[in-house]
């Protein structure tokens, strides 16, 4: 049994409680929380203790799994955690995933710890896809599309805005887009061609909404490069209108392997819940990297570096009989 603790209990944290009903070698052991532990209402027996106590749990949890945003939190708790536990993130800031596995592979190694980071669906199942079919067909051109969905990252961004109560951001495919690389025309797609971002947000009464909006379109990394819509709205509608967390994208690879002999290899997600997918992912990882450490393997990792078998809880001969 693999003993698993979160940092956080929102919507990922949850999921976390629901992936590990579901996984027969996981024990959900202990949520660490900034809020009051008992104001806490959890789906599991797991224990609920403040963040504030985590290392005193250092010799009881073997993977914790981090469940917070990639704008302030993961940043500061990977490498911090990475110390005294075995970790697993989703950070999903793409452009600054290098200098977090840096941060995160310094602490790990000097610990004696195994860490992997940016697990989730993209960057993730996603990047696995992309890094196949480039290898297969070297010869091409790559495209992602995101959502229709609320990417959970970029909703994180928008209420770490001063003056915002709460946010949903969906990302959104231009159909045009989607369908000439469908059709194997292979275009050459801008950022700003390949999708929208429509965000609805609930502010602070009071609050300086066309100071909002324009700290949400010119956001680096999350909205600046993007046709962004921002509507305000409150507290009742998000809540009947955009209560759910769906989501879900596609990976193309368009290619040739000799000439006029082309081939598309597209790989879909389609999820009602971004964060229970994501979280499922996060626990396939966390048996990675128990299983990792186990053997000695420190430092931190991507789903580049994870053999498949590591994430499967069938052994090597179970595996060869029915999935291969």
Same mark, same amino acid.
């Not at 887009?177 to 950022?191: C, F, M, Y």
């Not at 990394?221 to 769906?246: Q, S």
């Not at 580049?304 to 595996?319: G, H, M, R, T, V």
């Given at each position: 049994?693999?003993?698993?603790?979160?940092?956080?209990?929102?919507?990922?944290?949850?999921?976390?409680?629901?992936?590990?009903?579901?996984?027969?070698?996981?024990?959900?052991?202990?949520?660490?929380?900034?809020?009051?532990?008992?104001?806490?209402?959890?789906?599991?027996?797991?224990?609920?203790? +403040?963040?504030?106590?985590?290392?005193? /749990?250092?010799?009881?949890?073997?993977?914790?799994?981090?469940?917070?945003?990639?704008?302030?939190?993961?940043?500061?708790?990977?490498?911090?955690?990475?110390?005294?536990? #075995?970790?697993?993130? +989703?950070?999903?800031?793409?452009?600054?995933?290098?200098?977090?596995?840096?941060?995160?592979?310094?602490?790990?190694?000097?610990?004696?710890?195994?860490?992997?980071?940016?697990?989730?669906?993209?960057?993730?199942?996603?990047?696995?896809?992309?890094?196949?079919?480039?290898?297969?067909?070297? @010869?091409?051109?790559?495209?992602?599309?995101?959502?229709?969905?609320?990417?959970?990252?970029?909703?994180?961004?928008?209420?770490?805005?001063?003056?915002?109560?709460?946010?949903?951001?969906?990302?959104?495919?231009?159909?045009?887009?989607? &369908?000439?690389?469908?059709?194997?025309?292979?275009? @050459?797609?801008?950022?700003?061609?390949?999708?929208?971002?429509?965000?609805?947000?609930?502010?602070?009464? %009071?609050? @300086?909404?066309?100071?909002?909006?324009?700290?949400?379109?010119?956001?680096?990394?999350?909205?600046?490069?993007?046709?962004?819509?921002?509507?305000?709205?409150?507290?009742?509608?998000?809540?009947?209108?955009?209560?759910?967390?769906?989501?879900? %994208?596609?990976?193309?690879?368009?290619? &040739?392997?000799?000439?006029?002999?082309?081939?598309?290899?597209?790989?879909?997600?389609?999820?009602?819940?971004?964060?229970?997918?994501?979280?499922?992912?996060?626990?396939? /990882?966390?048996?990675?990297? /128990?299983?990792?450490?186990? &053997?000695?393997?420190?430092?931190?990792?991507?789903?580049?570096?994870?053999?498949?078998?590591?994430?499967?809880?069938?052994? #090597?001969?179970?595996?060869?009989?029915?999935?291969?």
């Amino acid at each position: 049994m693999i003993n698993i603790a979160v940092v956080g209990y929102g919507n990922l944290g949850r999921g976390i409680e629901f992936a590990c009903q579901k996984n027969k070698d996981m024990n959900l052991k202990a949520i660490f929380t900034r809020r009051d532990p008992k104001t806490l209402k959890t789906n599991s027996n797991a224990q609920v203790i +403040s963040v504030e106590e985590i290392e005193n /749990y250092k010799n009881e949890i073997d993977v914790l799994i981090l469940c917070g945003g990639s704008a302030t939190d993961l940043p500061v708790q990977s490498p911090k955690y990475a110390k005294y536990f #075995n970790i697993v993130d +989703s950070f999903d800031t793409h452009a600054k995933i290098p200098e977090h596995f840096n941060n995160v592979n310094k602490s790990a190694l000097e610990n004696n710890k195994t860490a992997a980071i940016s697990v989730g669906w993209d960057p993730g199942m996603f990047s696995l896809n992309r890094l196949y079919a480039n290898s297969i067909l070297p @010869d091409g051109k790559d495209y992602t599309f995101w959502g229709k969905g609320v990417s959970q990252g970029h909703s994180d961004a928008i209420r770490r805005i001063e003056g915002v109560v709460d946010a949903r951001q969906y990302t959104i495919p231009v159909d045009s887009a989607l &369908e000439q690389v469908r059709e194997g025309k292979n275009p @050459d797609l801008s950022t700003r061609e390949k999708h929208t971002r429509e965000c609805y947000v609930v502010v602070e009464a %009071g609050a @300086d909404k066309k100071r909002i909006e324009q700290e949400i379109v010119n956001m680096p990394n999350y909205f600046i490069d993007y046709d962004t819509t921002v509507h305000f709205i409150d507290k009742e509608e998000l809540i009947k209108n955009h209560a759910a967390i769906p989501h879900g %994208g596609f990976v193309f690879r368009c290619g &040739e392997t000799s000439a006029d002999t082309k081939h598309i290899i597209e790989y879909s997600l389609k999820l009602d819940s971004n964060p229970e997918f994501t979280s499922s992912v996060l626990i396939a /990882y966390a048996r990675a990297v /128990y299983r990792l450490n186990k &053997e000695g393997q420190y430092g931190c990792k991507t789903v580049f570096d994870i053999a498949p078998k590591y994430l499967s809880p069938k052994s #090597n001969e179970e595996l060869r009989a029915q999935m291969l």
